[in-house]
């Protein structure tokens, strides 16, 4: 184990990276005079002869698959099928949903919970399973959970293969990190209506919608779990003569576990992200109670089935944590041993138990002498909270826009086009060389040539709204990362903080942002500041958790050497825990920034305006303004992907390696 | 290993339980108070997330269910799922469409595909309009017209942080028709157009409003729930001219009036009639006046009945309105 923390501790720098490192600040200063200077006399407009007229083939293509849907081969012999497919998939799953009755299926979550991990997780899922009825509408929550359980079990045999491939080829994870990256920013409302067109309305379209939305995390971390196994490890595989397939099921994978768990953890979490979306497809479920809810501004209401979709979220969630939580379950290790298929068997038993029971009473709906009426309570709370702190939250509010939001935005507007492609590209080559230079310089040069809109009384470049909505992106960025890296920190290092912190992380990751969308604007106000609020409480929690992750991560043997040496705790955690931990708290502030990107949308629900008000359009007026929408999406997808690159580089690059 | 094994086990026991469970009856019936029974293929009608488009559909369900003998299924989506869905026949029918919100999606799929059905008007008519608290025109009366909006200082009692020095100017839900940035510009007004987003959000910048007596100018429509709850004056804009809807049409940027009354329509899947020619014709005859959809509506946001609850109330308290539906 020594080996393996011994090479991944950060490298001395040489002089020569030192040199170079300086060399390269001195081509960057000029550029930077070189750039003020075209700054000034360079005009403001993308020329006409740049725009590639996404807009236009887009709608075009939108119109021709409305009215060929039912006649084209490749509806009939392609989508159809599929969709009946799903809808197949559904109608099992309702069945057997339908068939266990409401104390079937919360035995079943607590029975899974405890045989796949531990006391705790069984009885955290047969609770939370147990409070959806309570908070929710029972049969509402059914068909959301079926939905939900399509969608992570197709995400999953997706995902783990893709997984398995990109950490096996880097030419693979290149091309497929770019496609995650755009399933992961691209804002739903873009490909709303054509998922409708294409599959439907109702169930099928949502489980599409949820299974885009959903796989990334689950390829992500595979791969990020495959690549940290320590080379030691398949060393050792190989020296006693495994091939590769017994090296990736018997080495690697049960390795990688952790983060695979993690995985299926955030699809679970991700899924439950689109929940409320895709209701507005006619799917009739708790997201539509959250819609009707804020239809008629009854936050409780809303609050109280988003909180059922919470609380059906935790269930599958402590399902499926495996040894994560087993592991450290201290209740776990004082209760006397088990045996396996004696506890197998009480499982068992327990479910067909639940199920005699509830066929025997005819238990088709929760009964409602265990129902809570929680919106009352959020009701009155909701309203004391606007009460008391809309003049402090408003003010400070005008002040991120008036002095922050609003210079930046000025300033990147300002700029010529030109200008910032070029400044882009530099910071890109400083950070790392040509090659993202180019990368970052194509994203934005592509942005420039998506055209204008039709706006006010004349038309607007797509660049200007590209650059409003960076501006409130680089703001909700900073604000993340200053809240969630000392959080997550934390919650490394201390388990109770962990357990602690974890329901409000859920919380925040899975509450549909339609439940806090009142609040918010009733405290900040329509406009920019409010959009960077929602952001921000989207993007936190797997800033935090990755983190966290990173940090317990860290091998023992570097940190218990450093404390052999008299290091102190805070030394140990700084100068050996944070530098090991880096690779994970980078991708944790990676995924910050595609939560912020990805939230762009919900932030024009509540007037940030800029590119997600375009991209939500499609939505809103398909058959208008579906060509533009996707120019939007795309420009939020560029934008994503240049600044993802650049963070990454920066991650690389401090190490002293030169690529 | 473990945990393929005890999946094994949980599926087996499953198997038991069903086995055992065999016996247990279904029972599908939705027996809510004085429902009809039914038989055959359902009609489906969308209901889409405002009040008056859930009774339409309630009320039509009741009438159908309990003189044609047809189950009418309703289905909750967003209004530009249900013109997918009534083109591919997942949707029967919807009976409230905002024309000026639609206009396209007529051409798309009523005139050029002609898998949808143009079914006749509503009844009710509807009208958008930029609208002021009545506090605000109680302290300044020139804003009742938009001249009193071309004074800088009147407009800047409107400003916020996100329109800076001049009045904000409050949109909605971009899904719904606006021609206000243009009416803004055409007719010179010191005022910055913000989209809120949402119909959340402008509701909820209405409620801010009147909670701390700032004023707010935003485009709102009737009819509209929340119209019963606060006192919203309507700003006189330009009359509609001849020159303003050609300008709408061609999309030349030049509107500079006020919105044209909107006349809700029905539409059906073009399936329909062979499906059930009972049924569509019904749909078609179906009318309701401005007054009777409150009535119900009434019943739903003030009384707290569910829409069925409330069109049953309504179908047995009015026989002679829906019988000349059925001739």
């Known amino acids: 184990m020594s080996a393996v923390s011994v090479e991944s501790l950060p490298e001395l720098e040489s002089a020569e990276v030192v040199a170079q490192r300086r060399r390269k600040r001195s081509i960057a200063l000029g550029a930077f005079v070189v750039l003020a200077t075209l700054a000034l006399v360079m005009s403001h407009e993308v020329p006409s002869w740049l725009d590639l007229n996404i807009q236009t083939k887009a709608q075009q293509a939108y119109k021709w698959t409305i009215i060929h849907r039912q006649s084209a081969p490749i509806f009939t012999h392609f989508f159809q099928p599929l969709t009946d497919f799903l809808q197949w998939l559904y109608d099992m799953g309702m069945h057997v949903l339908e068939f266990l009755r409401w104390p079937g299926v919360v035995a079943m979550a607590g029975a899974i919970g405890w045989r796949t991990g531990g006391v705790r997780a069984g009885i955290g899922a047969a609770a939370a399973m147990l409070g959806v009825g309570m908070v929710a509408d029972w049969n509402l929550a059914m068909i959301t959970l079926d939905i939900m359980l399509v969608s992570v079990l197709i995400a999953l045999v997706l995902g783990i293969p893709l997984g398995i491939w990109t950490a096996r080829s880097d030419r693979a994870e290149r091309v497929i990190r770019v496609l995650l990256d755009t399933a992961q920013v691209m804002p739903i409302f873009v490909y709303f209506s054509p998922v409708q067109v294409f599959f439907g309305i109702k169930v099928p379209p949502a489980i599409i919608v949820t299974v885009i939305y959903a796989l990334p995390p689950a390829v992500r971390l595979t791969n990020h779990g495959l690549r940290n196994v320590p080379v030691v490890l398949n060393e050792v595989g190989e020296s006693f003569g495994a091939n590769a397939r017994q090296q990736l099921f018997k080495v690697q994978l049960p390795v990688a576990r952790r983060a695979i768990l993690l995985g299926l953890n955030q699809v679970i979490m991700m899924a439950f992200g689109v929940v409320v979306l895709a209701s507005l497809l006619g799917t009739g479920d708790l997201g539509q109670v959250v819609l009707n809810g804020l239809q008629k501004q009854k936050v409780g209401d809303a609050a109280a089935a988003g909180l059922g979709i919470v609380l059906l979220a935790i269930s599958l969630d402590r399902m499926s944590t495996g040894e994560r939580s087993h592991k450290f379950s201290r209740l776990g290790a004082a209760m006397p041993a088990v045996p396996r298929r004696v506890a197998n068997g009480v499982a068992v038993v327990a479910v067909v138990l639940a199920v005699v029971v509830g066929q025997a009473l005819n238990a088709t709906a929760f009964p409602a002498w265990l129902t809570v009426d929680v919106a009352s309570p959020i009701d009155s709370f909701v309203t004391w909270v606007q009460d008391t702190f809309r003049h402090q939250t408003q003010a400070t509010s005008d002040f991120l826009v008036t002095y922050i939001i609003e210079p930046i935005e000025n300033l990147l507007q300002w700029l010529p086009w030109f200008v910032v492609v070029v400044a882009v590209s530099f910071i890109g080559f400083v950070s790392k060389g040509w090659r993202l230079a180019t990368g970052v310089g194509l994203c934005l040069f592509l942005i420039a040539a998506l055209g204008t809109i039709p706006g006010g009384d004349g038309r607007v470049l797509l660049w200007d709204l590209a650059m409003a909505t960076l501006s409130q992106v680089l703001v909700a960025i900073v604000l993340s990362v200053v809240i969630a890296l000392p959080l997550g920190m934390i919650s490394g290092r201390s388990d109770r903080f962990e357990r602690f912190l974890r329901p409000f992380l859920d919380i925040a990751q899975v509450l549909p942002a339609f439940v806090y969308l009142i609040p918010v604007v009733f405290l900040f106000g329509v406009g920019r500041s409010a959009g960077v609020v929602a952001c921000v409480i989207y993007a936190v929690p797997p800033c935090i958790r990755l983190t966290s992750l990173g940090m317990r991560e860290v091998p023992h043997a570097p940190r218990e050497a450093a404390t052999s040496f008299g290091a102190t705790g805070q030394q140990e955690m700084r100068m050996v825990q944070l530098p090991l931990a880096r690779k994970s708290i980078l991708l944790g502030i990676n995924q910050t920034l595609m939560m912020v990107l990805a939230t762009v949308i919900i932030a024009a629900l509540v007037g940030a305006g800029g590119l997600g008000l375009v991209a939500y359009e499609a939505t809103a007026k398909p058959n208008i303004k579906l060509g533009q929408g996707v120019a939007g999406g795309l420009a939020i997808v560029l934008l994503a992907i240049m600044l993802d690159r650049v963070t990454q580089a920066w991650g690389t690059s401090k190490q002293g390696g030169n690529q | ?327």
């Not at chain 2, 803004?184 to 909820?204: F, M, Q, W």
């Not at chain 2, 499906?275 to 946001?301: G, I």
């Not at chain 2, 009384?303 to 309105?321: F, H, I, L, S």
């Open chain 2, 1 to 327: 290993m473990r945990t393929s094994g005890t999946k094994r086990v949980l599926f087996a026991g499953v198997a038991i339980a069903s086995l055992l469970a065999a016996c247990g009856s279904d029972d599908t019936s939705g027996g809510g108070s004085g429902a009809c029974t039914t038989k055959g293929d359902a009609i489906k009608l969308a209901a889409n997330p405002w009040t008056g488009s859930a009774v339409n559909a309630a009320v039509a369900k009741r009438v159908i269910e309990c003189n044609l003998g047809t189950p009418v299924e309703i289905v909750e989506i967003d209004e530009n799922a249900t013109w997918v869905g009534m083109d591919d026949g997942s949707i029967d029918a919807v009976l409230e469409i905002w024309p000026s919100g639609h206009a396209a999606d007529k051409a798309t799929y009523i005139e050029e595909k002609k898998s949808v059905v143009d079914l006749g008007l509503l009844g009710p008519s509807a009208k958008i309009g930029w609208y002021v608290p009545k506090f605000v025109v109680d302290e300044h009366p020139e804003l009742a017209t938009f001249e009193g909006f071309k004074d800088p200082e009147l407009a800047k009692l409107f400003a916020t942080a996100e329109s800076g020095d001049l009045g904000q100017f409050t949109m909605g839900d971009p899904s719904y028709v606006t021609y206000d940035e243009q009416i803004i510009a055409n007719l010179e007004l010191p005022l910055k157009y913000v989209v809120a987003g949402s119909e959340a959000a402008l509701l909820t910048s209405i409620d801010k409003a009147f909670a701390d007596k700032t004023p707010i100018l935003l485009q709102f429509w009737q009819p509209h729930w929340k119209q019963s709850k606060v006192e919203l004056v309507e700003v006189k804009l330009p009359e509609v001219t001849q020159a303003c809807t050609d300008s709408a049409a061609s999309a030349d940027g030049g509107y500079a009036c006020d919105y044209p009354v909107d006349e809700l329509y029905k539409a059906a899947s073009a399936g329909l009639e062979t499906k059930n020619a009972a049924a569509f014709a019904l749909l078609s005859k179906l009318q309701l006046t401005t007054d009777q959809q409150n009535e119900v509506a009434a019943m739903v946001d003030g009384e707290g009945k569910t829409a069925d609850e409330a069109a049953a109330a309504w179908a047995d308290a009015n026989k002679d309105v829906w019988s000349a539906w059925l001739g």
